[in-house]
């Protein structure tokens, strides 16, 4: 995708050497695995800082450097680390949220057999090269190198759409979010 309407992109490359040391400093304990587990199975594992359109607010604060980079994105709804542990596939499926883009920031990335595909293109992750696709199209990731996958994840609305145009969520991924939201207070 063109990223030239976009320039806080730029910004999120700019500071990803933070975003990674703070990302780096948090604790294997703290990052849950991704509910979906029917698209992979086990290994992907995530720290969330905004579900949705709600900002998290202990894990943000955790990561103040991330917090601020992210406070620049224009109509953020989804932010978090995203973890694939070595031997990870997330099998080929199309995303629900047809109101946003989302994007990738590498952060730790392993040689070896490691991208994301979508539609007909094939990317490996880069660490500070950033990303930008439509997740509504047909794409599958996976980690077959000796170590961990780490990105920033992020979504945000795509042009001419509001946060009031959210889509819904499907109910295990809902169900998700409560319990962890809970978690925090």
Not at 31 to 42: A, C, K
Not at 152 to 165: A, K, Q, V
Request: charged letters at 25%; one cysteine or more.
């Amino acid at each position: 995708m063109d990223e030239a309407p976009y320039p806080f992109l730029e910004d999120l490359r700019g500071a990803w050497s933070d975003i990674r040391t703070e990302c780096l400093a948090l604790g294997d304990d703290l990052f849950e695995p991704w509910v979906q587990r029917e698209m992979y199975g086990t290994g992907w594992s995530v720290y969330g800082l905004v579900a949705f359109g709600t900002r998290i607010d202990a894990a943000l604060a955790a990561c103040p450097s991330t917090a601020e980079a992210l406070c620049r994105v224009p109509g953020l709804t989804t932010a978090g680390f995203s973890r694939m542990a070595p031997g990870t596939h997330i099998k080929p499926h199309e995303g629900w949220v047809t109101t946003v883009y989302r994007a990738h920031l590498g952060l730790v990335v392993p040689d070896g057999d490691c991208a994301l595909r979508v539609g007909s293109q094939t990317r490996p992750w880069q660490e500070g090269g950033l990303f930008l696709f439509d997740d509504t199209v047909d794409h599958e990731a996976w980690n077959y190198a000796d170590s961990s996958r780490t990105v920033l994840l992020f979504d945000f609305l795509r042009p001419g759409r509001t946060m009031d145009e959210l889509d819904e969520l499907p109910p295990a991924v809902a169900a998700d979010l409560r319990r962890r939201n809970e978690s925090q207070r």
